[in-house]
């Protein structure tokens, strides 16, 4: 059975740090690329970040682009996202997730981001940024 159990989430003010953790399991963890999708309150969900396996390449939607970190500890099959500068659009759940190889991107207003298809998702972690 696959599992995907995000934690990491809270409450913090704007500039704050957060970072999110996904302990993945029940799947080849190096033969997945594993990434984040976020959805804020009456919002679409978006993509947030993503690493392909094998090459490791990382892909980030500009708005978090400088601000996010994605990493991954194929030992422990876990992966992160660390979170720096948090503004209050940043408040959503957070959704870890994985698809065979490398990561989807999607154009949006004709440049590449990251995509929202993942074969396996997991629960939710919400953050929220209070200006």
């Known amino acids: 059975e696959v599992q995907l159990q995000a934690s990491g989430g809270g409450s913090v003010h704007t500039g704050g740090t957060l970072r999110l953790s996904c302990a993945a399991s029940?799947?080849?963890?190096?033969?997945?690329?594993v990434g984040w999708v976020r959805q804020a309150p009456g919002k679409e969900r978006e993509g947030v970040a993503c690493?392909?396996?094998?090459?490791?390449?990382?892909y980030y939607t500009d708005s978090m682009k400088g601000r996010f970190t994605i990493a991954k500890d194929d030992a422990k099959n876990t992966f992160y996202l660390q979170m720096n500068s948090l503004r209050p659009e940043d408040t959503a759940v957070y959704y870890c997730?994985?698809?065979?190889?490398?990561?989807?991107?999607?154009?949006?207003?004709?440049?590449?981001?990251?995509?929202?298809?993942?074969?396996?998702r997991g629960q939710g972690t919400l953050v929220t940024v209070s200006s």
């Open positions: 690493i392909s396996s094998g090459n490791g390449n990382t």
């Open positions: 029940g799947f080849t963890f190096d033969d997945y690329a």
């Open positions: 997730a994985a698809r065979r190889l490398l990561c989807g991107l999607q154009a949006v207003g004709g440049r590449p981001q990251v995509g929202i298809d993942y074969d396996y």
